[in-house]
């Protein structure tokens, strides 16, 4: 009876009670920490009245039994801490592993049951955890986008740091200096382009963080032409810069063709222009008087205007050609009987010019195509064929079927020739190997510039080759039908 009343404790409630009240009450660690050391001043007091002897027990006694009490509370206080310190510890633990996770990866913060401020700190990381989670997918989703956009540009890209090593150069970069396979971060920028105007440009955009953009020719990239622009890189901690390649080595290439062709235009109006106007004040000064000269006047007039109907004929066929309109729809031709209308078309100026024409092998197959179209390009290879050979020269086509479904036309002469450095550019408008004699036999400069655009536009190819004074070889390749 001694022993329930003593393990009773103010307010009426047993030990057992008292804990679970503590344990329903603690609201932090603080509150938990403060609520366990009154409980152990509560075990340490109702020890004492258990364990404390009767009334005549002596000093040594007491004082012995409160210190077997307070060791024992003490062994308890440090078996409990140990036991809280353990758990908090883990709980500490699984917060740092996922704290940790969110650099790596989604990360998972763990939940716990009690309602303490680890809790209400693991509850707090959760939602900052689910929010970085969002943040990372963004940036790795613009990250995505950038590098696919950067990769798949036509234009090439470089990125590099302040002591000019590269940390960005995408295919179109690596290609245009023959770079093989993918160009590695912190490659200097030395070692792939040696071009010391470029590496000028990036140490000056560098240094005055200013933008500069310039037309270069870069050592090292096939002779292409580039404009670059380069600029600092905002925000960059590295102070790097970027520099984009516009490749407008084929921009350059129709600049000059234009320029030409506006020249060659101009010239090739001008001169039979002024030969009817000179011819014609001639006349008008009095030479219609001169029963001499007035009709050799007059058939020098109509010999220009020929040539002036010829080149303006032939310019709007080029400019239909090159229109971008849709063609006629195409139909089936027979090649044989195309080849032969060419050829008639040309035997006068053949037989006048002492060319023999002649048949090598001519399988008739069928193409695809315009015939009028098709047969103006065969009269204009004929034509040069005749007009620029040699008297007792000749001229012969053949005709067969080619590899994948392809068929062959060869058209030859023993003329004479065309220079091997001329050849890249006599489908060009205007272009004459030798203008002199052109102008001569009354050539207009855009025949095979037609040819060209005629074959193409038929899904076919044409090619040349030649050998000065000894005749030259046309080769168009067509789809058969």
Same mark, same amino acid.
């Given at each position: 009876?001694?022993?329930?009343?003593?393990?009773?404790?103010?307010?009426?409630?047993?030990?057992?009670?008292?804990?679970?009240?503590?344990?329903?009450?603690?609201?932090?660690?603080?509150?938990?920490?403060?609520?366990?050391?009154?409980?152990?001043?509560?075990?340490?007091?109702?020890?004492?009245?258990?364990?404390?002897?009767?009334?005549?027990?002596?000093?040594?006694?007491?004082?012995?039994?409160?210190?077997?009490?307070?060791?024992?509370?003490?062994?308890?206080?440090?078996?409990?801490?140990?036991?809280?310190?353990?758990?908090?510890?883990?709980?500490?633990?699984?917060?740092?592993?996922?704290?940790?996770?969110?650099?790596?990866?989604?990360?998972?913060?763990?939940?716990?049951?009690?309602?303490?401020?680890?809790?209400?700190?693991?509850?707090?990381?959760?939602?900052?955890?689910?929010?970085?989670?969002?943040? /990372?997918?963004? /940036?790795?989703?613009?990250?995505?986008?950038?590098?696919?956009?950067?990769?798949?540009?036509?234009?090439? &890209?470089?990125?590099?740091?302040?002591?000019?090593?590269?940390? $960005?150069?995408?295919?179109? $970069?690596?290609?245009?200096?023959?770079?093989?396979?993918?160009?590695?971060?912190?490659?200097?920028?030395?070692?792939?382009?040696?071009?010391?105007?470029?590496?000028?440009?990036?140490?000056?955009?560098?240094?005055?963080?200013?933008?500069?953009?310039?037309?270069?020719?870069?050592?090292?990239?096939?002779?292409?032409?580039?404009?670059?622009?380069?600029?600092?890189?905002?925000?960059?901690?590295?102070?790097?810069?970027?520099?984009?390649?516009?490749?407008?080595?084929?921009?350059?290439?129709?600049?000059? &063709?234009?320029?030409?062709? @506006?020249?060659?235009?101009?010239?090739?109006?001008?001169?039979?222009?002024?030969?009817?106007?000179?011819?014609?004040?001639?006349?008008?000064?009095?030479?219609?008087?001169?029963?001499?000269?007035?009709?050799?006047? /007059?058939?020098?007039?109509?010999?220009?205007?020929?040539?002036?109907?010829?080149?303006?004929?032939?310019?709007?066929?080029?400019?239909?050609?090159?229109?971008?309109?849709?063609? @006629?729809?195409?139909?089936?031709?027979?090649?044989?009987?195309?080849?032969?209308?060419?050829?008639?078309?040309?035997?006068?100026?053949?037989?006048?010019?002492?060319?023999?024409?002649?048949?090598?092998?001519?399988?008739?197959?069928? @193409?695809?195509?315009?015939?009028?179209?098709?047969?103006?390009?065969? /009269?204009?290879?004929?034509?040069?064929?005749?007009?620029?050979?040699?008297?007792?020269?000749?001229?012969?086509?053949?005709?067969?079927?080619?590899?994948?479904?392809? &068929?062959?036309?060869?058209?030859?002469?023993?003329?004479?020739?065309?220079?091997?450095?001329?050849?890249?550019?006599?489908?060009?408008?205007?272009?004459?190997?030798?203008?002199?004699?052109?102008?001569?036999?009354?050539?207009?400069?855009?025949?095979?510039?037609? &040819?060209?655009?005629?074959?193409?536009?038929?899904?076919?190819?044409?090619?040349?080759?030649?050998?000065?004074?000894?005749?030259?070889?046309?080769?168009?390749?067509?789809?058969?039908?």
């Amino acid at each position: 009876m001694r022993a329930a009343q003593n393990c009773s404790v103010p307010g009426g409630l047993d030990l057992l009670r008292l804990y679970g009240f503590i344990c329903r009450m603690r609201r932090s660690l603080l509150q938990t920490l403060l609520w366990s050391a009154l409980l152990l001043a509560g075990i340490e007091l109702a020890l004492l009245e258990i364990s404390l002897p009767g009334p005549g027990a002596t000093p040594e006694e007491m004082r012995w039994r409160v210190a077997e009490v307070t060791l024992a509370v003490a062994l308890l206080a440090v078996g409990g801490a140990f036991l809280f310190s353990r758990q908090l510890a883990r709980r500490i633990a699984q917060l740092r592993v996922s704290v940790e996770g969110m650099v790596s990866g989604p990360a998972h913060i763990p939940r716990f049951q009690s309602h303490d401020e680890l809790a209400a700190l693991a509850e707090s990381l959760g939602r900052v955890a689910e929010q970085v989670n969002e943040l /990372v997918d963004k /940036v790795r989703l613009e990250g995505a986008r950038r590098d696919a956009i950067l990769t798949g540009m036509v234009e090439g &890209v470089l990125a590099v740091d302040q002591e000019l090593r590269v940390t $960005f150069c995408n295919a179109s $970069f690596a290609g245009a200096f023959g770079a093989q396979g993918p160009v590695p971060a912190g490659l200097p920028v030395l070692r792939l382009v040696r071009d010391p105007d470029f590496l000028e440009m990036l140490q000056t955009v560098v240094a005055a963080g200013e933008s500069l953009k310039r037309r270069m020719h870069l050592t090292g990239a096939d002779g292409r032409s580039f404009e670059v622009q380069a600029a600092p890189l905002a925000g960059s901690p590295s102070h790097g810069a970027m520099a984009i390649l516009h490749d407008i080595t084929d921009l350059e290439r129709l600049e000059r &063709v234009r320029k030409d062709f @506006v020249a060659n235009v101009s010239h090739e109006l001008r001169t039979p222009l002024t030969a009817i106007r000179g011819y014609a004040e001639t006349l008008l000064d009095g030479a219609l008087d001169d029963p001499d000269n007035r009709r050799r006047f /007059v058939e020098i007039i109509q010999s220009h205007a020929i040539r002036l109907n010829n080149i303006a004929s032939d310019l709007l066929t080029l400019s239909e050609l090159e229109s971008g309109r849709p063609p @006629v729809e195409p139909g089936k031709l027979s090649l044989l009987g195309t080849l032969e209308a060419a050829m008639r078309t040309v035997e006068s100026e053949a037989e006048m010019r002492q060319v023999r024409l002649a048949w090598g092998t001519v399988e008739d197959v069928q @193409v695809m195509g315009n015939k009028i179209r098709l047969e103006q390009a065969f /009269v204009n290879l004929l034509d040069n064929a005749v007009k620029f050979n040699r008297a007792g020269g000749e001229v012969w086509v053949e005709a067969g079927s080619a590899p994948g479904g392809k &068929v062959r036309i060869t058209i030859a002469d023993t003329g004479i020739g065309i220079p091997s450095e001329e050849l890249p550019r006599i489908f060009e408008r205007f272009y004459r190997v030798d203008k002199a004699r052109s102008r001569e036999v009354g050539g207009t400069g855009l025949g095979l510039s037609i &040819v060209k655009h005629v074959i193409e536009q038929m899904q076919g190819t044409v090619a040349v080759e030649s050998q000065l004074s000894k005749g030259s070889k046309f080769h168009v390749v067509l789809p058969q039908a």
